[in-house]
């Protein structure tokens, strides 16, 4: 069974731009959550989507966004970036029920210069 | 919403010795504890979770602690061995009305030193 794919794996961007993240579940996972990860402060909830819909949102500014498609392949945006962006963005992918096992996949990282 | 609380930021511990990492956590209501571990390059993956109504839980050389009282919780990993060094990060979930609902904490880099 394939893992949660993550691309691209690294990014470099200028500070301003625009960049999309792309995540692919585990085939059967139709919940993906988005985390932020930077030193000392561990892992940040972005958003979570399941079946196309957006069920929980954590304290990012708008310019953040997602969306999830119909094969459960979810995507991440983020406009105008800053240099505080910079980051590991991971995704989850999570089995039926709550309270189970996120399987994260390898993240990407993200460069703002 | 939930916060948590994870000590200390980073271990040096000797090849053999036992390490120690504990957690807290603010919501009574939490039931779920997971802890993921983070090696260099790669994503987290989950070594053990422990619910609420259990209070330790043991897997080989890896341990869970929980006091619900006292709202903490604690990793405890005897004979370390180098493959131990890592991040590994505590977390703490409610119940959630069914979506997912994991807050973590900001993860402690434990190191193992042969």
Redesign the interface.
Known sequence: KAG?TQTPRYLIKTRGQQVTLSCSPISGHR?V?W?QQTP????Q?LF?Y?SETQ??KGNFPGRFSGRQFSNSRSEMNVSTLELGDSALY?C?S?GTG??T??F????TRLTVV | GENVE?HP?TLSVQEGDSAVIKCTYSDSAS??F?W?KQEL??????II?I?SNVGEKKDQRIAVTLNKTAKHFSLHITETQPEDSAVY?CAA?P??G??????????TKLQVIP
């Open positions: 949660v919940s959550s985390y000392g402060q561990g892992l909830f979570e399941f069920r929980n991971l989850a999570w709550v309270n096992e996120a994260f996949g390898q993240g | 994870q930021s039931n779920y997971p993921y390059g790669k994503g987290p993956q989950l979770d619910r990060f979930s119940p959630s069914g979506y997912q609902k994991v807050t973590f904490g900001t993860g």
